[in-house]
């Protein structure tokens, strides 16, 4: 299975999502692929904001060495299913969709936790420490699911 989480930036929530997923995998003794990629380029080359890096870090979890990348078409080959953070992020990625097989990968990540509902992951850049705090309770909320629809052979 290899999973691809997308934000805007790569800096601020997928790089969180990225690495919240890899720590619940090697918990569970899960052999994935997990990668993150923003749909702007903004900030490519950057490794994640450093308040996403500290909140992180208060969990246990090492997001510093992380490197900014934009989402390509090639993302469509290489994973199985790409989360998107919010409603923005999730039509982006359908535009460069090619076709069926490609758009049917896309979903909207807090959908795992609270199916049908639509809801976004809040971009928490302009924000204060309350913003990371809320992504990082989100991530790992939806995380545990993914890996649970994993074990299930269900995802
Ligand atoms: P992210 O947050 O999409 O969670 O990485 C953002 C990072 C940078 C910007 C916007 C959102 N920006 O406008 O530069």
Excluded: W
Aim: net charge negative; proline share 3%; with cysteine.
């Amino acid at each position: 299975m290899k999973i691809l989480m997308v934000c805007l930036g790569n800096i601020c929530r997928s790089p969180v999502a990225e690495g919240v997923l890899k720590h619940k995998a090697n918990f569970y003794g899960l052999n994935i692929k997990v990668d993150s990629a923003g749909t702007s380029g903004f900030h490519n080359g950057e490794n994640p904001d450093a308040r996403s890096v500290a909140h992180a870090k208060t969990k246990g979890i090492d997001i510093s060495n992380l490197v900014s990348r934009q989402f390509k078409v090639r993302d469509f080959d290489e994973f199985d299913v790409i989360y998107a953070m919010d409603k923005s992020n999730y039509f982006d990625i359908l535009d460069l969709a090619r076709n069926e097989n490609d758009s049917k990968k896309v979903r909207l990540i807090l959908n795992e936790l609270h199916p049908g509902k639509n809801l976004a992951v809040p971009d928490p850049y302009y924000g204060g420490s309350d913003g990371f705090e809320n992504v990082y309770n989100l991530l790992d909320g939806a995380c545990d699911v993914i890996c649970k629809k994993i074990i299930e052979n269900n995802l």
